[in-house]
């Protein structure tokens, strides 16, 4: 068993920054992958961001340039940071991780981001 907690989410201003964090715990040595997906409103989750633990990253194509993906995997725990924000960011952000020892998908509750003036 995982489990993800993220942090961070908060009221940003448009044209502000922010890091999410996530940090799982339980069997945690055995992530392949951590990463993020967001809901916004009236929206199915959509991928944002993944981490292997091999070191390789990927971002949505159209979130490149403002979201940056990392992985401290001494601390089992990613990152997503986020620079240039936009209404459009509004939502929900999930953290999910890969396990390879039993195969499941794991996600964390979600933090709200809400990008408003």
């Known amino acids: 068993q995982v489990q993800l907690v993220e942090s961070g989410g908060g009221l940003v201003r448009p044209g502000g920054s922010l890091t999410l964090s996530c940090t799982a715990s339980?069997?945690?040595?055995?992530?392949?992958?951590m990463g993020w997906h967001r809901q916004q409103p009236g929206k199915q989750r959509d991928f944002v961001a993944r981490?292997?633990?091999?070191?390789?990253?990927n971002i949505a194509d159209s979130l490149k340039g403002r979201f940056t993906i990392s992985r401290d995997k001494a601390k089992n725990t990613v990152y997503l940071q986020v620079v240039s924000l936009q209404p459009d960011d509004t939502g929900v952000y999930y953290c999910?991780?890969?396990?390879?020892?039993?195969?499941?998908?794991?996600w964390g509750q979600g933090t709200q981001v809400t990008v408003s003036s």
């Open positions: 999910d991780a890969y396990s390879a020892r039993d195969g499941r998908n794991y």
């Open positions: 339980g069997s945690a040595s055995y992530l392949y992958t």
């Open positions: 981490a292997w633990d091999s070191g390789l990253t």
